[in-house]
């Protein structure tokens, strides 16, 4: 098998991979499967009768696979495609002559108003999902006030924690009761 295959597979494998930890939805699963099948096909195809043939591909496949997917939950993680809020509430400050505490409160209003969520919610089955784990929910729920502000403070995921520091402890329920926990 050429180099030039072995390359294709790796970089295919990669890209596959990467979808699948980007993925917060059960539904790319099935389109990983129908990839996965595709490029098996081709490269099976690709090698030709006369060729010996080894697990190579096989391996290599399932490395690049192991690798992209590693590469997806970080970025998923770290919010690589996300919205920078920092960079939107810097520009409109300034180009409105808006505090960062207004800009924020008005973007705050505008994603997590009665208005908008009265509107039926298109980001289901998006590569994004910002409910919170279970039992996180179960120890936010009840906490209120500062305790509030406190457990948020020091979640993991430095957008919740950022959002301790920048609103009052009565948007941080609302927060919590219809957005991050609003699954359970």
């Given at each position: 098998?050429?180099?030039?295959?072995?390359?294709?597979?790796?970089?295919?494998?990669?890209?596959?991979g990467w979808l699948v930890g980007l993925s917060a939805s059960p539904v790319?699963?099935?389109?990983?499967?129908?990839?996965?099948?595709?490029?098996?096909?081709?490269?099976?195809?690709?090698?030709?009768?006369?060729?010996?043939?080894?697990?190579?591909?096989?391996?290599?496949?399932?490395?690049?696979?192991?690798?992209?997917?590693?590469?997806?939950?970080?970025?998923?993680?770290?919010?690589?495609?996300?919205?920078?809020?920092?960079?939107?509430?810097?520009?409109?400050?300034?180009?409105?002559?808006?505090?960062?505490?207004?800009?924020?409160?008005?973007?705050?209003?505008?994603?997590?108003?009665?208005?908008?969520?009265?509107?039926?919610?298109?980001?289901?089955?998006?590569?994004?999902?910002?409910?919170?784990?279970?039992?996180?929910?179960?120890?936010?729920?009840?906490?209120?006030?500062?305790?509030?502000?406190?457990?948020?403070?020091?979640?993991?995921?430095?957008?919740?924690?950022?959002?301790?520091?920048?609103?009052?402890?009565?948007?941080?329920?609302?927060?919590?009761?219809?957005?991050?926990?609003?699954?359970?």
């Amino acid at each position: 098998m050429s180099r030039a295959t072995l390359l294709q597979i790796a970089l295919c494998s990669l890209c596959i991979g990467w979808l699948v930890g980007l993925s917060a939805s059960p539904v790319l699963g099935s389109v990983v499967t129908a990839l996965i099948t595709a490029l098996t096909a081709y490269f099976a195809l690709q090698q030709g009768n006369g060729e010996s043939r080894t697990a190579t591909p096989i391996f290599l496949t399932v490395v690049m696979i192991v690798l992209g997917s590693g590469i997806g939950v970080y970025g998923r993680t770290h919010n690589w495609l996300g919205f920078d809020r920092e960079a939107e509430a810097k520009n409109w400050s300034l180009r409105t002559g808006l505090s960062e505490q207004d800009v924020y409160r008005k973007m705050f209003d505008h994603e997590y108003s009665v208005a908008a969520s009265a509107v039926p919610d298109t980001k289901q089955g998006v590569l994004f999902d910002t409910s919170l784990p279970k039992d996180e929910c179960v120890q936010l729920r009840p906490a209120r006030g500062e305790d509030l502000r406190r457990l948020l403070g020091a979640m993991k995921e430095q957008y919740i924690s950022d959002l301790a520091q920048k609103f009052p402890a009565i948007e941080l329920e609302y927060l919590v009761d219809n957005i991050l926990c609003r699954k359970q």
